[in-house]
């Protein structure tokens, strides 16, 4: 499952590119299905220099603490993106990535990071 950004409705409309008012309670209850569940999942968070910083991914961590697999992956300004803005952006530093990689497994400690 993907998890955009931390789950207030500016924080997360900002990511989502949407207004997501009467979407967060289903995403909130969504996310504690399948953390009380059977199912195999992992959630994923991309991280995008204007969207995420090490308090976002904190908060992020508290709400999924307990998941069974968090990943965190890099933006990429060749993929296609919400707003088209996006493209113009770089990526994190491979030393930023680190920095937040750490923060979120200080609280997730399966945490991993994709390339």
């Known amino acids: 499952m993907d998890v ?8 997360y ?4 590119g949407a207004n997501t ?5 289903k995403i909130e209850k969504t ?3 399948l953390l009380d569940g059977e199912v195999e ?4 968070t991309t991280l995008v220099p204007t969207l995420h910083k090490a308090s ?3 908060e992020i961590c508290e709400k999924i603490r307990g998941c ?7 933006f990429r300004a060749d ?5 088209p803005n996006f493209q113009k952006l770089k990526p994190f530093s491979k030393a930023k990535i680190e920095s937040l990689f750490h923060a979120a497994k200080n609280v997730i400690p399966n945490t991993i990071l994709r390339k």
Request: glycine fraction near 0%; avoid cysteine; aromatic fraction near 10%.
């Open 4 to 11: 955009k950004a931390p789950f207030r409705e500016e924080k």
């Open 13 to 16: 409309s900002k990511a989502s």
């Open 21 to 25: 008012t009467a979407l967060l309670s």
């Open 31 to 33: 996310t504690q299905t």
């Open 41 to 44: 999942y992992e959630f994923r």
């Open 56 to 58: 976002d991914i904190r």
């Open 68 to 74: 069974r697999k968090y990943a965190l992956q890099n």
């Open 79 to 83: 993929a296609e993106t919400i707003d």
